[in-house]
């Protein structure tokens, strides 16, 4: 099968992922084999790449938003069927004995396992998984929308958890890419005013389509005291930015696998009248199966940025360097039932459909 495999982390922009010939993965049992359709890029491949995370596996095949149809099951694996539609996330696998598992915490499993970083992802023709570890995906949900939800999605939802946002309430959201930009449209379905803090004025402007009540600059003050926020981009200067624009017992959710360093805080000024910091780590299965049936019945709607397998180093480049509205989607095999429209990148005529609250599709 065709892969896009990472032999040595180093800069993306020397465009390390190299296009190879490799073996299908071995199935063990329990497990399927998914004929890729869709992989969506993330940040943390990007992570994984330049070596912001430690090297867990070399060679290894990136990517862990992985859509795709069942063609072969190994022993004792029953819970699909050949030709189901399945996804795979980042949490590969858990032990399911430890402290966290036996508490209903599986995403703090002592013992975890995660798709593109410890074992081979969806950067492929093929990627195996185990069944219990892989997501049904809604029939209303084409491959490459339902893609960029697995983490993306899923990270964002749970730092919607995490953050303690309630139906009507403030929410900010600093940094708008793949996460936020499926976070605002749950948060805007729970009837919450929502103040979107990024750079770039693409960013920025898709922000304000998507319905923001407030679009600024990344480190700029909202016009209002917020009662929770998220920080989905990876800088640790934003944080006590965030802090101060929460109103007394707000509480900030850091959604990322990694940020750059947190500047000293103050107490009175930055957590003082109780408002609390709360870091994101992994997602469980139950924030997966939720977020996903949300999409369907929302519907979410995400915002795509399509490229061939091969140009996997230009598609992580171009996120790198804040040049993917929304999220970028790896575009493996054509599926079964043909996509609305023609596959290519949404354009900005598309962007506006978002405040409209038209039904698009693409093409």
Same mark, same amino acid.
């Given at each position: 099968?065709?892969?896009?495999? %990472?032999?040595?982390?180093?800069?993306?922009?020397?465009? @390390?992922?190299?296009?190879?010939?490799? @073996?299908?993965?071995?199935?063990?049992?329990?497990?399927?084999?998914?004929?890729?359709?869709?992989?969506?890029?993330?940040?943390?491949?990007?992570?994984?790449?330049?070596?912001?995370?430690?090297? /867990?596996?070399?060679? +290894?095949?990136?990517?862990?938003? #992985?859509? $795709?149809?069942?063609?072969?099951?190994?022993?004792? /694996?029953?819970?699909?069927?050949?030709?189901?539609? #399945?996804? !795979?996330?980042?949490?590969?696998?858990?032990?399911?004995?430890?402290?966290?598992?036996?508490?209903?915490?599986? *995403?703090?499993?002592?013992?975890?396992?995660?798709?593109?970083?410890?074992?081979?992802?969806?950067?492929?023709?093929?990627?195996?998984?185990?069944?219990?570890?892989?997501?049904? !995906?809604? &029939?209303?949900?084409? @491959?490459?929308?339902?893609?960029?939800?697995?983490?993306?999605?899923?990270? $964002?939802?749970?730092?919607?958890?995490?953050?303690?946002?309630?139906?009507?309430?403030?929410?900010?959201?600093?940094?708008?890419?793949?996460?936020?930009?499926?976070? +605002?449209? #749950? &948060?805007?379905?729970?009837?919450?005013?929502?103040?979107?803090?990024?750079?770039?004025?693409?960013?920025?402007?898709?922000?304000?389509?998507? $319905?923001?009540?407030?679009?600024?600059?990344?480190?700029?003050?909202?016009?209002?005291?917020?009662?929770?926020?998220?920080?989905?981009?990876?800088?640790?200067?934003?944080? @006590?930015?965030?802090?101060?624009?929460?109103?007394?017992?707000?509480?900030?959710?850091?959604?990322?696998?990694?940020?750059?360093?947190?500047?000293?805080?103050?107490?009175?000024?930055?957590?003082?009248? =109780?408002? *609390? +910091?709360?870091?994101?780590?992994? *997602?469980?299965?139950?924030?997966?199966?939720?977020?996903?049936?949300? /999409?369907?019945?929302?519907?979410?709607?995400?915002?795509?940025?399509?490229?061939?397998?091969?140009?996997?180093?230009?598609?992580?480049?171009? %996120?790198?360097?804040?040049? !993917?509205?929304?999220?970028?989607?790896?575009?493996?095999?054509?599926?079964?039932?043909?996509?609305?429209?023609?596959?290519?990148?949404?354009?900005?005529?598309?962007?506006?459909?978002?405040?409209?609250?038209?039904?698009? =599709?693409? $093409?």
């Amino acid at each position: 099968m065709r892969a896009m495999l %990472l032999h040595q982390q180093q800069s993306i922009d020397t465009s @390390p992922l190299q296009l190879e010939s490799v @073996p299908r993965p071995a199935l063990e049992p329990g497990d399927v084999l998914i004929k890729v359709e869709a992989c969506a890029i993330c940040r943390t491949d990007l992570h994984v790449v330049e070596g912001d995370l430690p090297p /867990a596996k070399m060679p +290894i095949i990136p990517g862990h938003q #992985v859509v $795709g149809q069942v063609v072969e099951r190994g022993a004792e /694996a029953s819970r699909f069927e050949i030709g189901d539609r #399945v996804g !795979i996330a980042w949490l590969r696998s858990t032990d399911g004995t430890c402290r966290f598992c036996r508490s209903g915490r599986e *995403n703090l499993c002592l013992d975890a396992r995660f798709t593109g970083y410890m074992e081979d992802g969806g950067y492929a023709e093929y990627a195996a998984v185990r069944e219990d570890f892989a997501y049904p !995906i809604p &029939a209303e949900l084409e @491959p490459i929308h339902a893609a960029p939800l697995l983490c993306a999605g899923i990270i $964002g939802y749970r730092a919607l958890k995490r953050s303690d946002v309630q139906p009507g309430r403030r929410l900010g959201i600093y940094g708008f890419g793949a996460s936020a930009h499926v976070s +605002i449209q #749950v &948060a805007r379905h729970w009837g919450c005013e929502v103040y979107v803090a990024t750079r770039g004025e693409r960013h920025q402007a898709l922000a304000r389509a998507m $319905g923001a009540t407030w679009v600024g600059g990344a480190a700029d003050s909202p016009p209002e005291k917020l009662d929770s926020a998220i920080i989905f981009a990876p800088a640790g200067e934003l944080v @006590p930015v965030a802090l101060e624009a929460l109103d007394r017992g707000g509480t900030l959710a850091l959604a990322g696998i990694y940020m750059s360093q947190i500047p000293p805080l103050d107490y009175e000024r930055d957590l003082f009248y =109780e408002r *609390n +910091i709360r870091s994101v780590t992994a *997602n469980t299965r139950e924030d997966g199966e939720e977020l996903l049936r949300l /999409a369907a019945e929302i519907p979410i709607r995400t915002h795509t940025e399509l490229f061939p397998l091969e140009e996997a180093n230009e598609a992580l480049q171009k %996120l790198k360097h804040d040049g !993917i509205q929304g999220a970028g989607v790896l575009v493996v095999e054509a599926p079964s039932a043909p996509l609305a429209g023609s596959i290519r990148a949404v354009t900005g005529d598309e962007e506006e459909l978002f405040s409209t609250g038209e039904t698009w =599709e693409r $093409g």
